[in-house]
């Protein structure tokens, strides 16, 4: 288990309960899985959708966990692996997995540059690397010019009267937002609601897999956390509201964004990727989002951010290089982004991009 994103651990209760699997995996991404496998039920549970897998495969789940440590070895049957900080998130791990035949990289979803929360990924040579593909064909802007751009907004919103609502997925980007004003905005009263507050607690928890724990402990007790209705009143009146969902689908960022409305010296600044049919999405198409059942105009400005945790396409490219495979398989990736990478390596080494249920021959 590389990571505790749901897209990465959803499936893993189903897992354990069918072929009684053992989890391996970093002692934050067992921590936090409580929190995030608890949320999916819950909301499925809402939405009416299947699921796979029920209460007692969770607590199976939570049972199979056995955590490792950066950099230990351990072996499973005839394998040896090892985990290797993948940046992404805290505690998000690639896996090294040293077989007979050959070495592999499995990379989990990863970033080579440094986030406010996580150390960049540095290469790990192998064989045969299976490397996501997000943004294949894509590039970033300079994270740190992003992040300037983000806190201008902020302070622009906040000097005209106005309250920026700061939509922001709850493992990983609302972390890093608060580490960003905490440092450059600290006089700005930033009030922080939602799954994310959970999670940082798992987070602090094991310091030694975030980048500078201190300024995150610091930036977590400067927020205000809100935990009951009285305390969300209290954040109809913060100069900063961040909060989940990170695309606007749910959690309390509908219920603000339900007040917000009325004034418009507000903001809505999105921070992360809006999905197809997502909430989100649908707002900075079309202006509009369904609150609690009914289509809404939202008359307030609307800004994206891209604060990204991925790594971009010449991100991917140097680091695949470096890992110097004869072997690359693309994966967790558009067909734009992969044939992009495929593009990219192929004259380099032997580039995969695999379809569900064919198999691949790597190494022949
Ligand atoms: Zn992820
Ligand atoms: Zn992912």
Request: proline share 5%.
């Amino acid at each position: 288990m590389t990571h505790a994103h749901i897209d990465h651990i959803g499936m893993a209760p189903w897992l354990v309960a069918a072929y009684d699997t053992t989890l391996h995996g970093t002692a934050m991404t067992a921590d936090v899985s409580d929190i995030m496998w608890s949320d999916t039920y819950k909301v499925s549970d809402i939405e009416g959708y299947p699921l796979g897998w029920d209460k007692r495969d969770k607590d199976l789940a939570l049972g199979a966990w056995c955590p490792h440590d950066l950099g230990d070895w351990f072996p499973i049957g005839s394998w040896n692996c090892r985990l290797h900080g993948a940046g992404h998130i805290p505690g998000a791990a690639m896996i090294e997995i040293d077989t007979p035949e050959a070495r592999i990289l499995w990379s989990g979803d990863m970033d080579t540059r440094d986030s406010p929360n996580a150390a960049g990924a540095i290469p790990v040579e192998c064989d045969i690397l299976c490397l996501e593909g997000t943004y294949g064909g894509r590039s970033h802007r300079p994270r740190d010019q992003e992040e300037a751009r983000f806190v201008a907004k902020v302070l622009e919103v906040v000097s005209r009267g106005g309250i920026a609502l700061v939509p922001a997925f709850a493992s990983g980007r609302g972390q890093d937002i608060l580490r960003i004003l905490h440092k450059e905005a600290p006089r700005l009263d930033v009030h922080y609601d939602g799954m994310g507050t959970r999670i940082t607690k798992e987070w602090l928890g094991n310091p030694e897999l975030i980048r500078n724990p201190e300024e995150m402990k610091k930036a977590f007790r400067w927020s205000k956390r809100v935990s009951g209705k009285s305390d969300r009143k209290k954040a109809l009146r913060a100069n900063v509201i961040v909060t989940t969902s990170g695309m606007l689908d749910g959690g309390p960022a509908l219920w603000y964004l339900n007040r917000l409305r009325h004034h418009r010296a507000n903001a809505i600044l999105l921070t992360g990727y809006q999905a197809e049919g997502s909430g989100g999405r649908k707002l900075m198409e079309e202006g509009r989002i369904s609150i609690f059942g009914s289509l809404t105009t939202i008359p307030l400005e609307i800004e994206k951010f891209d604060l990204s945790n991925h790594g971009d396409h010449a991100a991917l490219s140097a680091f695949a290089r470096g890992c110097a495979p004869s072997d690359v398989v693309i994966f967790h990736a558009t067909e734009e982004g992969r044939q992009a990478l495929h593009d990219e390596l192929a004259g380099e080494t032997r580039v995969h991009l695999p379809t569900n249920n064919a198999p691949i021959l790597v190494g022949g």
